[in-house]
């Protein structure tokens, strides 16, 4: 088993303290944490380049630092057309969503579904944030310990708690100032991490081009698959448009990520912050793909798994990096401080956005306290959720799933009905709050339904019932076909599902009138077509008439 030096373990303890650094910075600076204005929204006063590193930071944890290299090594690149979707899921959010939220200066997002239509409805929307952010939060902590512990035999629970406990008390001290700041700082050390396992793996690989010559006669450069079959799991259409759901219901509509929007200084901003987003995401995106074709390069066909050196695809990466880098003391250990980075990054903004719902939406609004008392009661909430985090990375260790599927499906069965509430109330000014939550129900009983479906349809014993050499070739019909669908497609399905089911049940319990629809909570459809329409057509205009003039006249 490949062993970790002495370096390798101060490295992976400098990420911790410095972390633990900024957080008590922010804790003695400034307004000493003493306001949840302060606390939850950085007093407004975010600048634009922290916020769109944090925000990519937010949803890119050690799940998606194993889990698209090994993705990548198996199945070749068709994952990375994934970064299709970030066009249109970052454009809608930066001038759709944003300017919404922004302008209804509201003190959190599932506050809209209150505007929009009533505090019940808000209630829901609150619940199932919740209940998306303790799962989620779960995989992101237990994935990069788990890993650890099966590549080096470092202590599995020893890593959940230490960076357990650390997250929990920079966040809880520093609030959201903290969070954005050591996002930033562990986005620089997970970058610089996986470029330098990149580089030496090339090395190993004997250099670029035999790298190149490598992965190309392996089969691994995928051509764009244009396959419109939905129960494929990566296509384009799959990634490049299910995907966009994905997004909005991550950029658009979550709290951490609003959180953000609502904390900068401006409303350009925070569109500007969203825009930035997109080269970081890439970025990231590249890199991850880039290791899992390093890692075809050095190892070929002969996988570490097939040799039985480990017991699952989502322990490769890690155990490339020990067998690659042995050689380079050091370096093992900053490729773990990067995977941790990634993780830390992720749950310290779950701990800040579910401390925030929980104390602006479950709790204020029934109890009146002083506002160094609701201060106070937001780090309990925070240090709270830690303990709650580490309680359900033991749940996830009881389930046993590739982890990028896993977090992913976790977007789209709850994420995506939460988008579907929102979508309802922004694009559908007769939905009433009847209609909103019964969508949202009927929305969250699809998502189990398909998503539980196909777990289970897809578990090895199921496969025996199936006879042989059809699997490939028969299409699976009706409720398997239902159960096979890609996954990439959840969010889609999902809030599709909300908002259908939300409009019936409006018209049939009398639909909303214009006039009684709040100000600024309904997106003008039309108007805003209309006016595209007329700016497009002064532009052609504009292009073709100087010619039609002269030659006229
Ligand atoms: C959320 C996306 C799809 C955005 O690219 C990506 O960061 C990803 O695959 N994330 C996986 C979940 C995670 O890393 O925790
Ligand atoms: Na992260």
């Not at 373990?9 to 302060?38: C, D, K, N, P, W």
């Not at 080269?279 to 890692?295: D, E, H, I, K, Y």
């Not at 050095?298 to 050689?327: A, H, R, W």
Request: net charge positive; glycine share 8%; aromatic share 12%.
């Amino acid at each position: 088993m490949p062993y970790f030096t002495i370096i390798d373990y101060v490295i992976f303890a400098l990420l911790l303290v410095a972390s633990m650094a900024i957080g008590l910075y922010y804790a003695f600076t400034g307004g000493r944490q003493s306001t949840t204005q302060e606390f939850m929204y950085a007093d407004r006063s975010m600048k634009c380049l922290p916020l769109s590193l944090s925000l990519m930071a937010t949803f890119q944890s050690a799940v998606a630092i194993i889990g698209t290299p090994a993705e990548v090594y198996a199945n070749g690149t068709q994952y990375w057309f994934i970064g299709c979707c970030y066009i249109l899921g970052l454009l809608i959010p930066a001038h759709i969503f944003i300017p919404m939220f922004y302008r209804l200066h509201l003190t959190s997002v599932y506050q809209y579904l209150e505007l929009r239509f009533c505090k019940a409805v808000r209630i829901c929307g609150t619940v199932t944030f919740i209940f998306q952010m303790v799962i989620y939060m779960g995989v992101g902590i237990y994935t990069p310990a788990l890993a650890l512990n099966a590549v080096t035999g470092f202590h599995l629970w020893g890593a959940v708690l230490a960076t357990g406990l650390v997250c929990t008390l920079y966040t809880a001290l520093g609030g959201l100032k903290a969070v954005v700041w050591t996002d930033v700082f562990q986005t620089v050390v997970m970058f610089t991490g996986q470029l330098a396992v990149i580089i030496v793996g090339v090395h190993q690989a004997g250099g670029l081009s035999d790298a190149w010559v490598k992965v190309r006669d392996g089969g691994r450069i995928s051509g764009i698959d244009l396959n419109p079959d939905p129960t494929v799991r990566h296509t384009f259409w799959t990634l490049g448009v299910g995907g966009v759901f994905l997004m909005l219901s991550l950029y658009g509509v979550n709290q951490a990520q609003v959180q953000r929007y609502l904390s900068s200084r401006t409303e350009k901003e925070a569109v500007m912050s969203c825009y930035m987003v997109f080269p970081c995401l890439q970025v990231a995106l590249m890199l991850s793909c880039l290791m899992g074709l390093v890692m075809y390069a050095c190892y070929g066909n002969n996988s570490p798994l097939e040799q039985q050196y480990i017991t699952s695809k989502d322990q490769m990466v890690l155990y490339f990096v020990m067998d690659m880098l042995q050689n380079f003391p050091g370096l093992p250990g900053l490729f773990v401080a990067c995977l941790f980075s990634a993780s830390l990054s992720t749950i310290s903004s779950a701990f800040n956005s579910l401390a925030t719902v929980t104390m602006v939406d479950l709790i204020k609004p029934h109890y009146s306290m002083t506002e160094a008392r609701a201060t106070l009661l937001s780090k309990m909430l925070a240090l709270s959720y830690g303990i709650i985090c580490v309680a359900m990375a033991y749940v996830v260790h009881l389930m046993n799933s590739s982890v990028l599927q896993a977090a992913l499906s976790i977007f789209g069965m709850v994420g995506g009905p939460l988008l579907g509430l929102f979508c309802l109330g922004i694009f559908f000014p007769c939905a009433n709050s009847i209609g909103a939550v019964t969508g949202l129900a009927a929305g969250l009983v699809m998502a189990f339904w398909v998503g539980i479906g196909g777990f289970l349809s897809r578990m090895p014993s199921s496969v025996q019932v199936l006879p042989f050499n059809s699997t490939n070739t028969v299409r699976p019909a009706g409720l398997n076909g239902l159960y096979s669908l890609s996954y990439m497609w959840y969010s889609a399905l999902n809030s599709s599902t909300v908002v259908l089911i939300g409009l019936i049940i409006s018209f049939m319990t009398g639909p909303t009138k214009g006039d009684d629809v709040a100000s600024g909570t309904v997106y003008p459809v039309m108007r805003t077509a209309q006016s595209l329409l007329h700016k497009l057509v002064k532009l052609s205009a504009c292009c073709t008439s100087p010619e039609h003039t002269v030659r006229w006249s």
